[in-house]
């Protein structure tokens, strides 16, 4: 047998795990946390960093326990529970899965594992709105995420996009920053609690422009200007960015779309991609489970996506134990 066979050997027929978890946020994490603890050997894969979404989370104030935490915070004492409790993490590219039979087969760039169970937790992405000039000024005025790039723009005119609960806090905490933050909202209301929706109005800082869309952002090698149009008026203003500030920003929030597109074809979904799982995290297949926002269900956030974390864990200790 040659050196390039055993590898090959190694690789396709590897030790099996009770579980193995695909993703690594607050979902996957607080799985991890509850097989380990029930003596389960479980290996985590994530492919981009451990956390998730909460990571880009500046401050949490609705986690049960906590008054104000930062995301990285309250992810970093999760991810040190999970590693107590001897949870594998493999940091590695999901390619391909075979879930469709008694062992599953997860293959990824870093080798092919096996497992009695699977936890699905890959989350979710946010939603791209569309607009002309948004993937050519993507990460270069165009960003998702305030806490990754809003530093970016200190002293500068800032956009933010949406109207539910993330714009309103990301616009929030834009203001640390930008000299300007104005709130595009399509309806004419945000879709947020009140007592959130009061410190927007309220913040000297934040202008709000309802009934109004971004058309286009356009620029040369920086982006220079936006047109937006009032969709009940029809009315159409521009903006452009001034000869001393040099750059603006646009934060998109409008929704999360689910990392699901591996699955398909094997796991049942509903018709925008998120996998049909009721309470008990259950899946169309045995032994298969999915757990956190890429499941169909009324609220999410990091206490449903950690309560499922738990029930899917749990089922899946139960289903190992039957079978």
Known sequence: ???????????????????????????????????????LKTMIVEKEQIGGQAVT????????????ITGPELMENLFAQVKEFGCEILMANTIKVDLDKEIKEIETDQGIYRSQT??????????????????QFRGKGVGYCATCDGFFFRGKDIFVIGGGYSAA???????????????????????????????????????VKFCTELIKVYGEQKMSGAIFKNNQTGEVTEYQVSKEDGIFGV??????????????????MDEN???LAKETTKTN?????????????LLRQLVTAAADGAVAATQAEKYISEN
């Open 273 to 275: 991609g998120y996998i």
């Open 169 to 207: 806090e990301e616009a929030l905490y834009l203001t640390r920053f930008g000299k300007k933050v104005t709130i595009v909202v399509r309806k004419d209301r945000f879709r947020c609690a009140k007592s959130l929706v009061d410190q927007v109005l309220e913040h000297p800082k934040i202008e």
């Open 251 to 268: 934060f998109v929030f409008v929704g999360y779309e689910p990392d699901t597109a591996l699955f398909q074809g094997q796991i049942e």
């Open 118 to 135: 699977v936890i699905l937790a890959t989350g979710a992405n946010p939603k791209k709105l569309g607009f002309e000039g948004e993937e």
């Open 285 to 297: 297949l045995p032994g298969v489970f999915a757990a956190g926002d890429l499941r169909t269900k």
């Open 57 to 68: 989370t500046d401050i949490i104030a609705n986690y049960p326990g906590f008054f104000q």
């Open 1 to 39: 047998m040659t050196e390039r066979d055993e590898f090959q050997d190694l690789v396709e027929r590897p030790e099996i795990y009770d579980v193995i978890i695909l993703g690594a946020g607050c979902a996957g994490l607080t799985a991890g946390l509850y097989a380990g603890r029930a003596k």
